[in-house]
């Protein structure tokens, strides 16, 4: 069964970090383009990153630009979004999803994760 995890949400000041975990099961991340995505209360889901292996990109929304950094954890079936800086406009639920990296990060996400909540104090 292919199954998306996320973790390491949580509450944290405004300037703070946190780094968030998308966990596969059921298939192998490193074949596919992984985009971690987010949504705030009654506001549309955005996208804030992507990583893919078949051309090695990683891209970013210009508003997490310098501050987040998407990565793939070695031999852990894993993809980590290290956030930092972090400020009230970064609360939300963090999505990931998974595409074949044949078709890559500009293609519509097959599977999603739950999500995990992110709040940032001020």
């Known amino acids: 069964q292919v199954q998306l995890v996320e973790s390491g949400g ?3 000041q405004t300037g703070g970090s946190l780094t968030l975990s998308c966990a596969g099961s059921g298939f192998t991340l490193d074949y596919y383009a992984i985009g ?3 949504q705030a209360p009654g506001k549309e889901r955005e996208g804030v990153s992507c990583i ?7 891209v970013y ?6 501050r987040f950094t998407i ?7 894993t ?9 009230p406009e970064d609360t939300a639920v963090y999505y990931c999803a998974a595409v074949s990296d044949i078709y890559g990060c500009g293609s519509r ?14």
């Open 10 to 12: 949580g509450l944290v």
């Open 36 to 38: 971690w995505f987010r």
């Open 52 to 58: 893919s292996t078949s051309d090695g990109s990683r």
């Open 71 to 77: 990565s793939r954890g070695n031999a852990k079936n």
């Open 109 to 122: 996400f097959d599977y999603w994760g739950k999500g995990t909540q992110v709040t940032v104090s001020s």
């Open 79 to 87: 993809v980590y979004l290290q956030m930092n800086s972090l400020n």
């Open 61 to 66: 929304a210009d508003s997490v630009k310098g």
